[in-house]
């Protein structure tokens, strides 16, 4: 099982003057971050304006990453969105340039029931090799993925591997870790949370203090 290290920092993307992304402030804020203990860079999350990038300047911010720093630490690329068949065809183009893994979002918007996120990550993982990290934050989608959905994940889909938590419910965390395999990863999605999640056996956290 993939470990991506106890730290992961979801990484602001810079921008220059004119509102382009600063590639050259990517590579040295990625250097920067890992010299100075992350373990893992998720480049093109919600910190990192993923949601508005175009599909080439997240394949470029993915690689410049990559470049960067990737011999020395994990890097997880952003593939959300709510249209299935889009994410299959993103991940298409971005499985092969040496991501470590990726991370997808509980549609947000369109409210999806627990059978429609089971059908939805059932089939962006049966599309690619590549581990994924499910992201569930409810306070920004409006649909919470639910430990049990998870459960029914796991048991059919080798690569999913973990899970962002930014539920902030400490019951349903809890839940998560008793229904899951003891190999499966649950990261703090909230800076504040991740002592007690790390004390229930979470692997570390997705942060954004670490910047």
């Not at 300047?57 to 410049?64: A, D, N, R, S």
């Not at 889009?86 to 947000?108: H, T």
């Not at 934050?137 to 649909?143: D, I, K, Q």
Request: aromatic content about 8%.
């Amino acid at each position: 099982m993939n470990n991506f290290g106890r730290v992961i920092t979801a990484m602001i993307t810079p921008f220059d003057q004119e509102g382009n992304v600063n590639y050259g402030g990517v590579s040295e804020l990625s250097k920067y971050l890992v010299d100075h203990g992350s373990e893992g860079i998720l480049a093109g999350g919600t910190t990192g304006e993923g949601a508005t990038l175009s599909e080439e300047e997240k394949i470029k911010l993915y690689k410049t990453v990559i470049e960067s720093v990737g011999d020395k630490a994990y890097v997880i690329g952003n593939a959300g969105g709510i249209d299935t068949e889009s994410i299959i065809r993103f991940i298409k183009k971005i499985e092969n340039i040496g991501l470590d893994a990726l991370l997808v979002i509980v549609p947000f918007y369109v409210k999806p029931t627990q059978e429609g996120m089971y059908r939805h990550f059932k089939k962006i993982a049966d599309s690619t090799k590549l581990p994924i990290i499910l992201y569930n934050v409810p306070g920004r989608t409006g649909a919470n993925i639910l430990p049990e959905t998870v459960k029914r994940l796991t048991d059919v889909c080798e690569n999913i591997v973990g899970i962002k938590d930014a539920v902030g419910n400490w019951e349903q965390t809890t839940k998560e870790r008793i229904l899951l395999p003891e190999n499966f990863l649950i990261y703090s999605g909230d800076d504040s949370f991740t002592l007690p999640l790390i004390s229930i056996g979470g692997a570390g956290v997705i942060s954004v203090a670490s910047h």
